[in-house]
């Protein structure tokens, strides 16, 4: 018995034989500084492997997703819904005949980004940014210049515009894929620990999208992804039909209201705002406490300290502030 081979170039060729006319061929992958390329791995396998193995992919296990430092052992973090947006997009990907491993280095990537307390902690640090602070821009950031990888301009695209609200979308089938996985992931699951934590109950919920998407949990996840599976394979392109788009956007607008910003959260929110702020504030006034990795010489004072500050898992921004502004009892 033997082993039969499947390096680099034999892998690119079954993607040239295999994949959809419109998917994105590994073979064409581009990056910003020229390697030589690896003899079993693709380019995009390459990528993939490079954001596993980062610093910025590991904190994601200590990042809110939507409850800040829950003290049950269930609830989703930054880091588990990435592995879920990434089952998802995979999926999509497979049955759509799209390169299922720049989907994966993609969503793997997408949130690597993210601030201390989610889109909270975004919300704080773009009170000093122009524009405002955007976590899919950080992440590009973070391969490029903080933990730079080389990553192909095809990962890195589908990192930037995977948020919706970016206007210039993907330039790749596989990160329009990405763009519908994180919003099924979130909402789906997002639901589940709103119920886990007693903020919702199972019949709170939207009447069209349990009629549309069936009972919360691996249901809505599966009846989602067909949607957009089906509706792809109609169109030849990445879209979900309108009907079943416009349950998901409602089902979102009810998360808004009834969890993401409701009345109950705004304690824990306030906290967290005002704990970025302070740590903003205080690494201004005290550049030299910032790590050098943080400090580079083309960005300016506030890039590094937003750079710092945003890397920061939960705790370890709760750890900090309590060091740097709770009084010494002894």
């Excluded at 998407?213 to 996840?221: A, E, H, M």
């Excluded at 009846?223 to 990445?238: F, K, N, P, R």
Aim: charge should be negative; glycine fraction near 6%; aromatic fraction near 8%.
């Amino acid at each position: 018995m033997s082993f039969k081979p499947h390096d680099r170039e034999m892998r690119e060729r079954l993607e040239d034989e295999m994949l959809a006319p419109e998917a994105t061929r590994a073979g064409a992958a581009t990056r910003s500084e020229p390697e030589e390329p690896d003899p079993f791995r693709t380019a995009f396998e390459r990528d993939r492997d490079r954001i596993v193995h980062s610093k910025a992919f590991r904190r994601l296990k200590h990042k809110t997703q939507v409850f800040m430092m829950p003290e049950g052992d269930h609830f989703v973090t930054r880091l588990t819904h990435t592995l879920q947006v990434t089952q998802i997009g995979r999926a999509i990907a497979r049955a759509l005949g799209l390169n299922e491993e720049l989907t994966e280095a993609i969503c793997l990537g997408h949130d690597v980004g993210h601030s201390p307390f989610g889109h909270t902690g975004e919300e704080a640090l773009s009170e000093f940014v122009e524009g405002g602070w955007r976590h899919s821009d950080q992440s590009v950031r973070i391969f490029e210049v903080l933990e730079p990888l080389n990553l192909t301009a095809q990962v890195t695209d589908g990192i930037r515009a995977h948020p919706w609200r970016v206007e210039k979308g993907p330039s790749t089938h596989e990160g329009g894929i990405v763009r519908f996985a994180d919003r099924i992931a979130y909402l789906a699951h997002d639901v589940e620990d709103a119920v886990r934590a007693d903020m919702l109950r199972p019949d709170d919920l939207p009447a069209d999208a349990l009629v549309a998407f069936g009972d919360p949990g691996k249901q809505w996840i599966d009846s989602m992804v067909t949607a957009v599976i089906d509706h792809s394979l109609a169109t030849g392109e990445v879209s979900m039909d309108p009907a079943t788009l416009g349950v998901m956007h409602n089902l979102r607008a009810f998360m808004f209201e009834r969890v993401y910003l409701a009345p109950s959260m705004e304690p824990e929110r306030r906290r967290a705002k005002e704990v970025v702020r302070d740590l903003v504030a205080h690494f201004m006034n005290h550049l030299e406490e910032v790590p050098e990795t943080y400090r580079h010489d083309d960005a300016d004072q506030l890039t590094q300290v937003v750079d710092y500050v945003s890397g920061m898992t939960d705790r370890f921004a709760v750890a900090a502030h309590d060091r740097i502004f709770r009084p010494a009892l002894f």
